[in-house]
């Protein structure tokens, strides 16, 4: 059984940081790309960050780039969300996600992920 555990959200004044974990078990993380996606109240769920599943590419919607860097650790079997310049917009529940297939890159779309964990919320106060 595949399980996602995130952790690391919390409440942070604006401009502050957070680092998200999330540890993944059930299935070989090395071979799987990775995505963080986020909803904020009365929004729908929207990607945040992805990496390949060698750590060698990323990609970032625009909102994100330039404050928030994604990593992995394929020995610690956990991705990271690390997150800077936090502001108040950023105020969300953050998911990760493992993709369906191996070997693919990063997908920006939900469908394309078939394993979730149960969020994390981050809020930022102005």
């Known amino acids: 059984q595949v399980q996602l555990v995130e952790s690391g959200g919390g409440l942070v004044q604006a401009g502050g940081s957070l680092r998200l974990s999330c540890v993944v078990s059930?299935?070989?993380?090395?071979?799987?790309?990775m995505g963080w996606f986020r909803q904020a109240p009365g929004k729908e769920r929207e990607f945040v960050a992805g990496i390949g599943w060698s750590g060698e590419s990323t990609y970032y919607a625009d909102s994100v780039k330039g404050r928030f860097t994604i990593s992995r650790d394929n020995a610690k079997i956990t991705v990271y969300l690390q997150m800077n310049s936090l502001k108040s917009e950023d105020t969300a529940v953050y998911y990760c996600a493992e993709m369906r297939s191996q070997w693919s890159p990063p997908s920006t779309r939900e469908a394309s992920y078939n394993y979730w964990g149960q969020g994390t919320q981050v809020t930022v106060s102005s």
């Open positions: 059930g299935r070989t993380f090395s071979l799987y790309a």
